[in-house]
């Protein structure tokens, strides 16, 4: 009975047990570190000063402690950067013809990727000192721009056609992937001008992607821009519509396809229904994205 009535204390009364992360570490599920986590015990984690956690995949969080068995009280002592993956921006658009005064092919600007998630919770007692580190979600990504189109006529139709760029990727550690820029398809029966959209830049660490420009099929049509990727914890930027240059004289048609619209951001804290106390460093300059 005594050994029985010491393992039930000893259980309720442990130690903090603890862990460290010192290097940078991508896709961290926290409970792992630990083992086995059981209610009433209290788990410590600390994120050396330096040290990125940071995600690969914008559907996994950097830090997940969504795995911990119910009743697990978690301390997360932050002096590293805890971040989100980037979205990925959107493809250029495209408007052509198809070499006899008819459209050929259409498509708008391709909308950018949401931003990953920082943390994720799966319980209630979750603290997290931040005070000399930072929870940033993932950029989303900028949107493609669309195409753009015009023609002289319909008998022997020259046609001009602009490609859409593509957008920039969002801010993330790991590179974010930007959009690629429309090349107009190529009508047969036709003499066709076309410009070719100029690709939007990775995300990085250091900010969010640039945005690729329109194709310019001089002068009568230019393709639209793409949006810059976001930064840290903020949303991608929209692409711009195609402009097909209308009412210039001498053109019988023209139209344009819209730019697509920009990633949501990811969020600095993913609460999955649950609630966190912060210690220190809880402001707009640490903690960017939402945390909802």
Known sequence: MTGILHNIFAACYQSTKTAVISSNTSNVNAAALFGTTQAGVTYQLTIDSGVWVY??????????????????????????????????????????????????TQSAGGNGGAGGDAIKLGTNDVSVDNTNGNVFGGGGGGAGGGGALSLFNDKSPAFFSGGGGGGGGGRSFQNSSGGTGKAPAQGNNATHISGTGANGSAGTSSGGGSNGAGGFANPYATGGGGGFGGDWGSAGGNGSAGNPSAGNPGLSYWESTAGGTGGAAGKAVALNGKSITWLGGNNGTQVKGAVA
């Open 55 to 104: 995600s690969t995949s914008t559907g996994t969080p950097a830090l997940d402690l969504s795995s911990f068995a119910a009743g697990a009280i978690i301390q997360v002592i932050n002096n590293g950067t805890i971040a989100g993956m980037g979205g990925a921006g959107g493809d250029g658009g495209d408007d052509s013809d198809d070499g006899n005064g008819l459209p050929y």
